[in-house]
């Protein structure tokens, strides 16, 4: 089975500044898809950002970018010029492409929870 | 757009009721997926719906079933409540079953 740790279960970050939180996992496969999905108050499930393991180059969405580790098996979440917004859990997860019997199964962490005070 | 529409948002039962979690999508995705979330813990998969027609279990099937009514709708059933099944679940659908998944505004359901 596939693991994905988030071993800092809460961070902090003032305003405007840079935040990272980190994630790990565990797998053999050697393409596979990695997603950072945020959880605000309201419940909500909200893509953040996805990256494909066979692009070497890290995926960015605005204020939001990954340093993706291929061989460190490592795949950390920075938020720049933090916003009162981006206050969330944020969860990391792995998922294998679709083939043999788990068909595309999304593995996720335990989450982190961010607050972003002013 | 209403996306990924889950029905109820909220739900007391009691140990032994059944009831039925409703989910419909109105993004012509192909695949869709029942997860319950439980503190401390991240989204753990109940059972999917690779495509029409088909359901798989997930990782922590028991104490439900699914039905896959169509295209857009992916329900949950509860056959006889537990106080373990005390959770918040989520709906979700995808492309296919190697695109991101969007997700329903979940469903708080306590069991006493």
């Known amino acids: 089975a596939q693991t994905v740790t988030q071993s800092q279960p809460e961070m902090s970050v003032q305003e405007a500044e840079t935040v990272t939180l980190s994630c790990t996992y565990d797998?053999?496969?050697?393409?596979?898809?990695l997603f950072w999905y945020k959880q605000p108050p309201s419940r909500q499930m909200i893509l953040v950002i996805r990256?494909?393991?066979?692009?070497?180059q890290n995926a960015t969405e605005n204020r939001f970018s990954v340093n993706f580790q291929k061989a460190a098996k490592s795949f950390s979440l920075k938020i720049s010029d933090s916003q009162l917004g981006d206050t969330a859990m944020y969860f990391c997860?792995?998922?294998?492409?679709?083939?043999?019997?788990?068909?595309?199964?999304?593995?996720f962490g335990r989450g982190t929870q961010l607050t972003v005070w002013p | 757009n209403a996306g990924v529409t889950q029905t109820p948002k909220f739900q007391v039962l009691k140990t032994g009721q059944s009831m039925t979690l409703q989910c419909a999508q109105d993004?012509?995705?192909?695949?869709m997926y029942w997860y319950r979330q439980d503190p401390g813990m991240g989204l753990r998969l109940i059972y999917y719906?690779?495509?029409?027609?088909?359901?798989d279990k997930g990782e922590v099937p028991n104490g439900y079933n699914v039905s896959r009514l169509n295209k857009r709708e992916f329900s949950l059933r509860l056959e006889s409540a537990a106080p373990s099944q005390t959770s918040v679940y989520f709906c979700?659908?995808?492309?296919?079953?190697?695109?991101?998944?969007?997700f329903g505004n979940g469903t708080r359901l306590t069991v006493t």
């Open positions: 979700a659908a995808s492309r296919t079953t190697d695109s991101p998944l969007h």
């Open positions: 990256q494909e393991a066979y692009k070497q």
């Open positions: 719906s690779a495509s029409e027609g088909t359901t």
């Open positions: 797998t053999s496969e050697n393409n596979y898809y």
């Open positions: 993004m012509n995705h192909n695949s």
């Open positions: 997860a792995f998922m294998k492409p679709r083939g043999g019997s788990t068909l595309g199964r999304l593995y």
